[in-house]
């Protein structure tokens, strides 16, 4: 198959973020009371990373969600010492979280071949357990895949996050002029001409106070933790949820959206971040344009024109402004190529950090 100058998103179907399993690690061996052996120890259940592994393969392939590690041998006449049960590996995909079911973290797992250990096995029969076996750790473990794709389309309902998704696509997401359409994240990948990919999710609109939980605002979050960047949309009209809810400018859009992640998690607001101002097919959608633009690079002088409980302890700096139209097709090339440029440079930088630091641990082993 040859692929045109144009890069194409594949679109992936709906898909599983969290999963509960039941782990068991195995039961120790008997002793051998009259010799003196001791039994194997129990195996373990491991989860380790895997690349093309995922949540909903997992749920497919193991129904009942059970993972028991095998028991350790007997201690016996031929063998006074007894094996260790077979260990029990899970793979699972990278960027998962693991937690206990009283909402512990076990650990995370971000890279392939990465391993964590949640059930532990039962010692063997020995002289200080009267030579009985003890049984493996039981629990129920909490799966919660939070890093899902390069970048995280963020917008508050109707901003034409799924229009934008079925312009640069083939894919059709549901679309209707009610604000709620995307209530599951949808994933894909822009497939460039020199066959480099990059995944994208079109994650559920937030809402006001989404940082407090209210609507999916958690569960949407998570999910903008782990992109690599977000792509914030918004409607060059302004937004505004219901009859019940004030009207909010495109500005004050901006300024909501950066209020929101920065108050689920500080950091969020210091991802790289790219801007697309959709709907430029608007009648007065260049002037509202200009005038957004203007507010945007001098955010201080506009501030006093907004409520203060919407002002952002600070504002981001988008790498670029990109007005699109998902209806007509204006501005979806260079947005592609800003998409890409983007990913490159934050992937340049952590490799010059990374053969820096590199080179000072190199520097300090020498002296």
Not at 75 to 97: N, W
Not at 112 to 133: D, K
Not at 172 to 196: C, N, R, S, V
Not at 200 to 222: R, S, T, Y
Request: aromatic content about 6%; proline content about 4%; charged content about 25%.
């Amino acid at each position: 198959m040859v692929w045109g100058s144009r890069a194409l998103l594949r679109k992936y179907g709906n898909f599983i973020d969290d999963l509960r399993i039941y782990v068991k690690g195995g039961t120790g061996g008997m002793g051998h009371p009259r010799l003196g052996g001791e039994g194997g120890r129990g195996g373990d259940v491991w989860l380790v990373a895997k690349e093309k592994t995922t949540l909903k393969r997992i749920k497919g392939r193991f129904p009942q969600k059970r993972f028991v590690a095998g028991a350790g041998a007997n201690s016996s006449v031929s063998a006074l010492k007894g094996e260790k049960g077979t260990d029990c590996e899970v793979d699972v995909p990278l960027g998962i979280s693991v937690t206990s079911c009283d909402g512990k973290q076990i650990g995370e797992l971000n890279k392939a071949g990465e391993r964590i250990l949640v059930a532990r096995g039962g010692i063997g029969g020995c002289l200080v357990t009267n030579f009985l076996p003890l049984k493996g750790q039981i629990q129920i473990v909490h799966l919660d895949l939070k890093l899902i794709a390069d970048v995280g389309l963020v917008g508050f309902p109707n901003a034409g996050k799924s229009s934008l998704l079925s312009r640069v696509s083939h894919a059709k997401p549901q679309i209707a002029d009610y604000p709620f359409t995307t209530l599951k994240p949808e994933l894909g990948k822009i497939m460039y001409p020199d066959y480099k990919q990059v995944s994208v999710a079109d994650l559920p609109g937030l809402i006001e106070g989404a940082h407090a939980n209210k609507g999916m605002g958690h569960k949407f979050l998570k999910h903008v933790e782990r992109t690599k960047q977000l792509l914030f949309v918004v409607d060059i009209s302004g937004f505004r949820l219901s009859s019940k809810t004030r009207f909010r400018t495109a500005f004050e859009t901006v300024l909501l959206l950066t209020q929101e992640l920065e108050l689920y998690k500080e950091d969020l607001r210091t991802k790289p971040a790219l801007l697309a101002v959709n709907k430029m097919d608007l009648p007065n959608a260049q002037d509202s344009l200009n005038e957004l633009m203007k507010q945007l690079q001098n955010p201080q002088d506009s501030l006093h024109l907004v409520e203060k409980e919407l002002i952002p302890q600070s504002t981001i700096d988008f790498k670029d402004i990109i007005p699109v139209s998902a209806h007509t097709g204006e501005g979806i090339e260079e947005l592609k190529t800003c998409i890409r440029k983007s990913l490159d440079e934050e992937a340049e930088k952590e490799n010059e950090e990374y053969q820096k630091e590199k080179l000072h641990i190199l520097q300090t082993s020498e002296v």
